[in-house]
């Protein structure tokens, strides 16, 4: 199943007005979504038949959580997820320094959702039980 792509840039144009839109806006909210689905993974909602949530307040929820999600990834400018994760590296010995501790979480596999956009789905009550944990 495709994940659903929770908002479109004309959404994120409303979002923001009257402020402008970044760059890229249709490729981070893609990338953005596909966030507010694993960070949704362990939450209960209905949804149709292409995975999309039906719950008109679910709906709201991670349409602003992927616009939130979006300008996330915009300030950080990291659209891989790799930059930004490594404050030193080494060749030979293989030596990784992480930058934080929530940016070895990342690098785990975790991935790392903007506070906003985390904001706007535990407002909802569609979080899953540890949001902290993604």
């Known amino acids: 199943m495709a994940t659903p792509v929770y908002a479109t840039a004309a959404d994120l144009t409303a979002y923001l007005a009257p402020e402008a839109v970044p760059d890229g806006a249709a490729e981070r909210l893609r990338d953005a979504s596909r966030d507010i689905s694993v960070a949704l993974r362990l939450a209960t909602y209905d949804v149709d038949a292409a995975g999309a949530p039906t719950e008109p307040y679910v709906i709201e929820a991670c349409r602003d959580a992927a616009c939130e999600q979006a ?3 915009a300030d950080v400018d990291d659209r891989t997820g790799a930059g930004g994760r490594l404050a030193s590296a080494s060749l030979d010995g293989a030596s990784y320094t992480y930058s934080s501790a ?6 785990s596999g975790q991935i790392e959702i903007g506070p906003r956009a985390l904001q706007a789905l535990t407002l909802a009550g569609v979080t899953p039980a540890d949001p902290w944990n993604l």
Do not use: G, M
């Not at 929530?102 to 690098?107: H, R």
């Open 71 to 73: 300008l996330y990834l």
């Open 102 to 107: 929530a940016q070895a979480a990342a690098a």
